[in-house]
């Protein structure tokens, strides 16, 4: 149906003034509609089969249809507890900081285009597993980097050293920009690199092998 007919705009809300259009509210997807501009609208559209429609008694016209009230409708709530270990937002914050905004693994500083380091800070041991939010169980990385650790693809040796798994698929390229001897960036304070009980924790129950 087009939006006007002969009688004129079909819809009132789209007649300005001065009787043109209102483009800016034609341009809507949705548009409230009056009762009796709805049923002028199907009428001249369906034609007949609308006039067949009310004489077999099943149109708006012939019966109660839309003014019947609304049945009242009552949704069950159900209030459901989760429980889970609180993330410290500064870990993050202070692991990054440990490390100069670099990758531990690959030891690059890479930005977006805003100027902002794309690095993220992963837990040795999860926190799910007992984990504490502290730097040095805390490793900055890339974002992929951070995938391969929590899924066991790498893990570290006493010496900080990379061992990748078995199950690792590195492409050359990335093997590249692996650091010499595949020793990781690690932070200049001592007290902020891996403990080694949160690296042998790694090693034991999340490194595939």
């Not at 300005?16 to 559209?45: C, P, Q």
């Not at 708006?60 to 609180?86: C, D, K, N």
Request: glycine share 10%; aromatic share 6%.
């Amino acid at each position: 149906m087009p939006f006007r007919g002969d009688c004129g705009h079909l819809e009132r809300r789209l007649r300005k003034a001065d009787g043109s259009t209102n483009r800016g509210l034609f341009g809507r997807a949705v548009r409230l509609l009056e009762e009796d501009e709805y049923e002028l609208i199907v009428r001249l559209g369906l034609g007949e089969v609308w006039e067949e429609t009310v004489a077999a008694g099943s149109g708006p016209s012939a019966g109660p249809g839309l003014a019947e009230p609304l049945a009242p409708f009552h949704r069950s709530v159900i209030e459901t507890l989760v429980r889970r270990p609180l993330r410290d937002r500064a870990f993050a914050r202070r692991v990054l900081a440990a490390y100069g905004e670099r990758c531990a693994v690959t030891g690059l500083l890479l930005r977006n285009g805003r100027g902002r380091p794309e690095r993220q800070a992963a837990h040795i041991r999860p926190v799910a597993r007992g984990g504490p939010d502290s730097v040095c169980n805390g490793l900055a990385s890339s974002g992929t980097v951070h995938w391969m650790f929590d899924c066991g693809l790498f893990t570290l040796d006493e010496d900080h050293r990379l061992v990748l798994s078995r199950h690792a698929t590195v492409p050359a390229a990335t093997k590249a920009l692996l650091r010499p001897g595949r020793r990781i960036h690690l932070p200049e304070r001592p007290a902020a690199r891996p403990h080694p009980r949160s690296l042998a924790y790694h090693r034991e129950h999340l490194f595939l092998g």
